[in-house]
């Protein structure tokens, strides 16, 4: 069974940068998925962050493009999250998950870290 | 891109049913088959319910029914049942890429 697991700082301080990684296990990262981050402020909805294909090609949401990157390292099976400049309005949940190539949907997800942003 | 749209909240009574919209544009939605939903529970992650509008994963029950019409796709839960109180969010396939997600809706099982 595929397992998705986030990891990294729960308190980032305001204009510096957030760096999130998820470990995949169960299954391989050189699949023919997208693996991506969703956020989801406290009690709000969620919002798509971006995703990346194991070759390295990544798509961006175009409002926070300015500010993301996300890397992948196969040999660790593992993807990277980064988001700079950031302000307490990027806190959230941020979830790492697979995105099927095909019918380009969420099929896993991990089970979200809580990142706040805080002097 | 803004977010598809959905009502806050949608209520209805054991055995009854209820739908959920989702609407969006001629870019999103209305161009593409890729809409899903998810179910959300308090303090965990969503589940996939619902793919490419109405195609339900292994294990979900057919209670769930998803359809689209223009730039509007809709989420039915039939015979409503006490464990499907919850949020749920709609997603759509946006182009070039990118995924869009709806604004979320309370479900309540009065």
């Known amino acids: 069974q595929l397992q998705l697991q986030e990891s990294g700082p729960g308190l980032v301080k305001p204009s510096e940068t957030l760096s999130l990684t998820c470990t995949v296990s169960?299954?391989?990262?050189?699949?023919?998925?997208?693996w991506g981050w969703i956020r989801q402020p406290p009690g709000k909805g969620l919002e798509w962050i971006g995703s990346i294909y194991y070759t390295g090609s990544t798509y961006y949401n175009p409002s926070l493009k300015s500010r993301v990157t996300i890397s992948v390292d196969t040999s660790k099976s593992h993807f990277s999250l980064n988001l700079s400049s950031v302000t307490a309005s990027d806190t959230a949940v941020y979830y790492c998950?697979?995105?099927?190539?095909?019918?380009?949907?969420?099929?896993?997800w991990g089970q979200g870290t809580l990142v706040t942003v805080s002097s | 891109q803004s977010a598809l749209t959905q009502p806050p909240s949608a209520s209805g009574s054991p055995g009854q049913s209820v739908t959920i919209s989702c609407t969006g544009t001629s870019s999103d939605v209305g161009g593409y088959k890729y809409v899903s939903w998810y179910q959300q529970d308090p303090g965990k992650a969503p589940k996939l319910i619902i793919y490419?509008?109405?195609k339900r994963p292994s294990g979900v029950p057919d209670r769930f029914s998803g359809s689209k019409s223009g730039n509007t796709a809709s989420l039915t839960v039939s015979g409503l049942q006490a464990e499907d109180e919850a949020d749920y969010y709609c997603s759509s396939y946006a182009g070039s890429n990118n995924m869009i997600f709806g604004t979320g809706t309370k479900v309540t099982v009065l």
């Open positions: 490419e509008v109405s």
């Open positions: 169960g299954g391989s990262i050189s699949s023919s998925y997208y």
């Open positions: 998950a697979r995105r099927s190539v095909t019918t380009v949907t969420i099929d896993y």
